[in-house]
């Protein structure tokens, strides 16, 4: 037995290769780098049982080989037998690879090379085809193949076939090009798979093919030089033609009212502009002035512990990048500049590609499509300049593009339509937007362009929660003018149900307080307090319909019929229909605890919940998801003394806590008993307890 061979056989045992397997090894009629490929392919599939890769490798020694050298048959027999899990097991694809044959091997390691990483089939048959036709099927093998290897990185198949213009323009023309000129091609056209297609190929190789030869391999210094100018000038020209938005930038940044902000301007065809600016979140621009003067004047920065927003952006030929930060303190320095003192934190970060689509940065470092909410909200960040530069950046994206002009112009105020920035570049109205994304919409009778986008959102979303007939018809015939029901949407983040239910609430809220309002059964109740009882009941009654998956009616007329079906809602299954309670262990709400006086009862559990909801005769059970989801905490007081209502009897109040956007508890709502005692005493008298805390706690 030869020397190599025992080592082969050595290191199989240490694998602990099975018997048979290592028996196939000790056979003398293969070369010794046969029995490397074989040794490799056994432990790379030691998962598969040995019997099956014993026959599998006979089957591919089987295959006739005669036609190829010893050489070209063990890279071969390699590629069939990996070194790593085996996919083609029992596949006729390990023959076509065997028996490929043609009288060009650099054509046929070409369709192999492709073939094994099982490119689309259509794709190797066309490139394989077009090469094989080449007055010099070598180098138009080689031309193909470097191509194809510096994009092999693109594991998409788009990408892989973008170069496919450029490189059929080449090989039918017979022009057969370097890997440094390939490379240089395809670098300066990556991020671009339109201009393969686009460009005009046979202008950019002009002078090569003025000469008139049969073929010609662009390889030597002169014609590469004369290449990459004509690379240059060709593609940047067709950038700027396909990307007008960085020339527009880089025009808009002349003018003088973004001077003052510029740090760096680097001249050239690919100008770098970086910007920035701090703008505090207190006073006036007189104030900050007087501020810097007072710096100036005794020579000695000024330090304010408050709020300031700090914008960055720089500008390159290819992408503009933007981020937003805030610092917790203000310095005014004595060379009259504003700066960021301390208490750094980052809020967002946004990247602009030349062709107007938006992305925003992550916390863990990935960028994803910009929603319109984030790009609204990036435009109100108090910053100058960056409400200045967005709002240019707008006006020129919406210069061509009206729907996306009305999107941007509905949500200035809010936004509720949860849609990526980049969508609204495909569609050219508000109704061909809707009826593509939410079918729904293609039943429903509205005039959806004229329409605010989330009233049409909102609308969609309700309509499968409300009463079939003329509840659905008193939605879909809402009109909100003036945006006004919008505005009284929360601000906070929602879910789509969520939204539609909220959305519902302001509808029958509204429609009770235009035909009701004074029929308020609590008759000692000022009208702003009328009008918060009417609706604390509706957001109750569609709270409780939605979780007994009932449908709202929005027929109701006025509060004593709100009130008839709020209870009716309330005592279906109340035992049933009550979610568990479960206090989180580590609770927003602990600290609450501490603040309130002992007589306050916080209430945690189910049991307890449901016996202040039967004793209260309200629907505080309905409120269980929310504490244990830590968005609420309730509590319970017995007002003993009679003081927290006029006429002096003890009464019970239940209360529900909340934490606003600064971290502060607030009360969102104290309720008695039938929900009809006047609670506004009391609420003053927890609010006493909070600012009281809070002021001597900050």
């Known amino acids: 037995m030869r020397k190599t061979q025992e080592k082969i056989i050595g290191s199989a045992r240490k694998k602990r290769l099975s018997e048979e397997e290592i028996a196939f090894l000790s056979r003398e009629d293969f070369t010794i780098n046969e029995l490397q490929i074989f040794k490799k392919y056994f432990i790379a599939n030691k998962s598969v049982p040995s019997k099956e890769l014993l026959s599998e490798v006979k089957r591919c020694l089987d295959i006739p080989h005669s036609h190829l050298s010893l050489d070209t048959y063990e890279k071969r027999l390699a590629a069939i037998l990996p070194p790593y899990k085996d996919k083609w097991i029992d596949s006729y694809k390990k023959n076509t690879v065997i028996r490929k044959n043609s009288k060009c091997s650099t054509l046929d390691d070409l369709y192999l090379y492709l073939f094994i990483r099982e490119w689309d ?7 394989y085809c077009l090469a094989k036709n080449s007055v010099n099927s070598q180098l138009a093998a080689k031309t193909a193949y470097y191509f194809l290897v510096f994009l092999k990185e693109k594991e998409k198949a788009e990408k892989r076939m973008a170069a496919y213009p450029l490189l059929e323009f080449c090989l039918k023309n017979n022009i057969y090009l370097s890997s440094s000129i390939c490379l240089n091609i395809l670098s300066k056209c990556e991020n671009d798979e339109m201009i393969y297609s686009e460009i005009d190929w046979s202008e950019y190789f002009k002078k090569v093919m003025s000469d008139k030869k049969e073929s010609v391999y662009i390889n030597n210094i002169e014609t590469k030089d004369l290449v990459q100018k004509l690379d240059d000038s060709v593609i940047i020209d067709w950038q700027k033609n396909h990307y007008p938005l960085i020339p527009f930038v880089q025009e808009l940044l002349e003018q003088d009212k973004y001077k003052p902000y510029k740090s760096c301007l680097c001249s050239g065809n690919y100008a770098t502009v970086f910007m920035e600016n701090i703008t505090p979140n207190f006073g006036t621009e007189k104030d900050w002035n007087d501020y810097l003067d007072f710096a100036s004047k005794k020579n000695q920065s000024i330090i304010i512990p408050d709020l300031c927003i700090a914008a960055k952006i ?14 917790q303190s203000t310095e005014f320095s004595v060379t009259r500049k504003i700066r960021g003192a301390q208490g750094y934190s980052l809020k967002g970060k946004f990247f602009i590609t030349r062709d107007g689509k938006i992305f925003r940065k992550t916390t863990n470092n990935k960028f994803y499509p910009a929603t319109v909410s984030n790009v609204i909200e990036a435009v109100k960040t108090n910053n100058k300049l960056l409400e200045m530069f967005f709002t240019d950046i707008f ?19 809010r936004t509720y339509i949860p849609t990526a920035f980049n969508e609204l570049y495909h569609y050219h109205n508000k109704a061909e937007f809707l009826h593509a994304n939410y079918k729904l919409s293609n039943e429903l009778k509205a005039d959806w362009n004229k329409m605010n986008i989330n009233t049409a959102y909102l609308m969609i979303k309700a309509y499968t929660y409300v009463e079939k007939g003329d509840s659905q018809q008193i939605l879909l015939n809402t009109k909100d003018k003036n945006s006004k029901m919008l505005l009284a949407m929360p601000q906070r983040y929602m879910s789509a149900k969520d939204k539609a239910l909220a959305w519902l609430e302001i509808i029958l809220h509204n429609r009770i307080m235009e035909t009701d309002l004074f029929e308020c059964p609590q008759t000692n109740l000022s009208k702003k307090e009328k009008f918060e009882e009417c609706k604390i009941y509706a957001k109750d009654y569609i709270s409780i319909t939605a979780q007994n998956k009932e449908k709202v009616q929005l027929t109701i007329k006025s509060f004593a019929e709100l009130k008839n079906k709020h209870d ?12 568990p309670v479960k206090v989180p262990k580590n609770s927003r709400f602990a600290a609450l605890r501490k603040i309130l006086p002992e007589e306050f009862e916080w209430i945690k ?3 307890r919940l449901i016996s202040e909801a039967v004793m209260q005769h309200h629907c505080v059970w309905s409120y269980a998801p929310d504490i244990t989801a830590d968005k609420s905490a309730i509590y319970s007081y017995v007002d003993r003394s009679g003081m ?7 009464k019970r109040y239940t209360i529900e ?10 009360v969102a709502q104290t309720q008695g008993w039938y929900n009809k005692v006047n609670t506004s005493q009391m609420k003053t008298f927890i609010n006493k307890i909070l600012q009281e805390y809070y002021a001597t706690h900050r």
Do not use: P, Q, W
Not at 121 to 127: G, P, Q, T
Not at 568 to 577: D, G
């Open 395 to 413: 006006a020129f994206l919406t210069k061509d593009h009206y729907f996306m002009k009305d999107v941007l112009s509905d949500c200035r105020d």
């Open 314 to 327: 720089r500008i390159s030929a290819e992408y503009i990048n933007i981020s937003i930060a805030t610092y």
């Open 644 to 650: 927290m209502d006029k006429d002096g009897i003890s």
């Open 568 to 579: 009716a809602a309330e005592n279906t299954n109340l035992y049933k229909s009550a979610g």
């Open 657 to 666: 806590f909340k934490i606003n956007k600064n971290g502060k508890y607030y």
């Open 605 to 607: 559990t189910r049991k």
């Open 121 to 127: 089939y259509s794709f190797i048959k066309k490139i």
